[in-house]
């Protein structure tokens, strides 16, 4: 059974750094690749980044230049490394397996609050 | 980039009754897209891939139907635990991925 586990969120003021981890099990995490999707509390879904299996990246407009994500398939886990990080980043992040082009399996999700 | 719109915004039914959700993109994306399932607290679970197709373990009460820019989820013979949030996401413009704003399934 896939299993996400989001970790890492918490309050941090406006302009600072924060990453979040994601340990992966239950599938072989080197193969797959994989997302970040963050969600305002009440609001819709927002695609943030992905990485390939092969190490590939990409971003959303929104945080292009600000956030970087990476990952250790020695350790099965996924990274999202936040920088210059404003109000409008507050969320609830998700990390997801990727089936097909689309978010599979999701974690239960780490809240980063940005405020001062 | 392409928008998704979902309708309506609030659809109150009774269990048994049909559920007819829409999506539409601002610019054809083929079959390249899902529907997801949210209730409160969770995480979303992918229901539908590639407009039609069923996620593993989805029961067959639901269906997507539609290709190019108008797409349709059906929910026949509607459950109680089938009160939730419903979001539609297009994966033809990779990597720009976008979900629609979602559909409220409310008891009636």
Same mark, same amino acid.
């Given at each position: 059974?896939?299993?996400?586990?989001?970790?890492?969120?918490?309050?941090? !003021?406006? &302009?600072?750094?924060?990453?979040?981890?994601?340990?992966?099990?239950?599938?072989?995490?080197?193969?797959?690749?994989?997302?970040?999707?963050? !969600?305002?509390?009440?609001?819709?879904?927002?695609?943030?980044?992905?990485?390939?299996?092969?190490?590939?990246?990409?971003?959303?407009?929104?945080?292009?230049?600000?956030?970087?994500?990476?990952?250790?398939?020695?350790?099965?886990?996924?990274?999202?490394?936040?920088?210059?990080? &404003?109000?409008?980043?507050?969320?609830?992040?998700?990390?997801?397996?990727?089936?097909?082009?689309?978010?599979?399996?999701?974690? !239960? &999700?780490?809240?980063?609050?940005?405020?001062? | 980039?392409?928008?998704?719109?979902?309708?309506?915004?609030?659809?109150?039914?009774?269990?048994?009754?049909?559920?007819? #959700?829409?999506?539409?993109?601002?610019?054809?994306?083929?079959?390249?897209?899902?529907?997801?399932?949210? @209730?409160?607290?969770?995480?979303?679970?992918?229901?539908?891939?590639?407009?039609?197709?069923?996620?593993?373990?989805?029961?067959?009460?639901?269906?997507?139907?539609?290709?190019?820019?108008?797409?349709? #989820?059906?929910?026949?013979?509607?459950?109680?635990?089938?009160?939730?949030?419903?979001?539609?996401?297009?994966?033809?413009?990779?990597?720009?991925?976008?979900?629609?704003?979602?559909? @409220?399934?409310?008891?009636?």
């Amino acid at each position: 059974e896939v299993h996400l586990v989001e970790s890492g969120g918490t309050l941090v !003021q406006p &302009g600072g750094s924060l990453r979040l981890s994601c340990a992966a099990s239950g599938f072989t995490f080197s193969s797959d690749d994989m997302h970040w999707v963050r !969600q305002v509390p009440g609001k819709g879904l927002e695609w943030v980044s992905a990485i390939g299996n092969a190490g590939d990246t990409y971003y959303s407009v929104s945080v292009k230049g600000r956030f970087s994500i990476f990952r250790d398939n020695v350790n099965n886990s996924l990274f999202l490394q936040m920088n210059s990080l &404003g109000v409008g980043d507050t969320a609830m992040y998700y990390c997801a397996r990727d089936y097909s082009g689309y978010p599979d399996s999701w974690g !239960q &999700g780490t809240l980063v609050t940005v405020s001062s | 980039e392409v928008v998704l719109t979902q309708s309506p915004a609030t659809l109150s039914l009774s269990p048994g009754e049909t559920a007819t #959700l829409s999506c539409r993109a601002s610019q054809s994306v083929d079959t390249a897209l899902a529907w997801y399932q949210q @209730k409160p607290g969770q995480a979303p679970r992918l229901l539908i891939f590639d407009a039609s197709n069923r996620a593993t373990g989805i029961p067959t009460r639901f269906s997507g139907s539609g290709s190019g820019t108008d797409f349709t #989820l059906t929910i026949d013979n509607v459950e109680p635990q089938d009160f939730a949030v419903y979001y539609c996401q297009q994966r033809s413009d990779w990597p720009m991925y976008t979900f629609g704003q979602g559909t @409220k399934l409310e008891i009636k």
